[in-house]
């Protein structure tokens, strides 16, 4: 059974998060012709420094932009700190295995989810019912013991 811990619930700060979110990728898909999807920009940024050469700014601005924010949200109203019960081994393990299905899926959920849908991308829309699909069905096995 999933039960909402009513007293951290932040509905506004998440609304206005998806509403930046949303702001952001318009702004770069409108200002400069570029998809906002994070695996794609870190990718390509990483690929860049590998052989050898600069980012292209924007990327960096990109990037930097939302780690900077993060820092800033989390000075100005810390999260509480999360509970997951789990030893790091399979946190690391789903972690690589998140990153794998980025690089398999062609990018990430912020590519497909918020830029890919937005465009109507077929591509995007299965790639975003694969996402929840297994998020539903991993959600239910690990609450189901």
Do not use: Y
């Amino acid at each position: 059974m999933f039960n909402v811990d009513w007293q951290h619930f932040t509905p506004w700060s998440a609304l206005a998060g998806g509403a930046l979110i949303g702001l952001s990728a318009g702004a770069l898909g409108l200002g400069a012709g570029k998809i906002a999807g994070i695996s794609g920009i870190l990718g390509a940024s990483v690929d860049a420094l590998r052989r050898g050469a600069a980012p292209a700014g924007w990327r960096m601005a990109f990037l930097g932009g939302i780690v900077a924010a993060s820092l800033l949200w989390a000075a100005r109203a810390p999260v509480p700190g999360a509970q997951h019960g789990h030893a790091w081994e399979p946190i690391a393990l789903a972690g690589l295995l998140v990153g794998f299905g980025t690089r398999l899926g062609s990018g990430c959920a912020s590519g497909h989810g918020v830029c890919g849908l937005s465009r109507l991308s077929a591509r995007s829309a299965v790639a975003v019912a694969t996402f929840m699909g297994f998020a539903m069905l991993t959600a239910t096995v690990l609450h189901a013991r």
